[in-house]
């Protein structure tokens, strides 16, 4: 089975910026649609943003303007572009595909932002 692997968080001050990184194991992005996905502390885990297989993309309103999601299907990556990062943004990251059943769920990758 396909797997990925999250990475590219760290600790941040608000208003500051990470890119986030989704590398799988195999090329499934050119037909899924794929989402990046968050867990805070004492919360269920929620899809943030997501991208079709032609490009389009959503986002939660909390996050709409201050996050783009983007893919390179070349190195079956997905990226999460976050700027103005905010404390309540604090949460650990993970992506998977839309589409069901959805891919073994990675580790994710923790972020912390500070005010």
């Known amino acids: 089975q396909v797997q990925v692997v999250e990475s590219g968080g760290g600790l941040v001050q608000a208003g500051g910026s990470l890119r986030l990184s989704c590398a799988a194991s195999?090329?499934?992005?050119?037909?899924?649609?794929m989402g990046w996905y968050r867990q805070a502390p004492g919360k269920q885990r929620e899809l943030v943003a997501h991208i079709g297989r032609g490009g389009s993309t959503n986002y939660i309103d909390s996050v709409k303007g201050r996050f783009t999601i983007s893919i390179d299907n070349a190195k079956n990556t997905v990226y999460l572009q976050m700027s103005g990062l905010k404390p309540e943004d604090t949460a650990v990251y993970y992506c998977n595909i839309l589409t069901w059943p959805q891919l073994d769920w990675g580790q994710g990758t923790q972020v912390t932002v500070s005010s």
């Open positions: 195999g090329s499934i992005f050119s037909i899924n649609p």
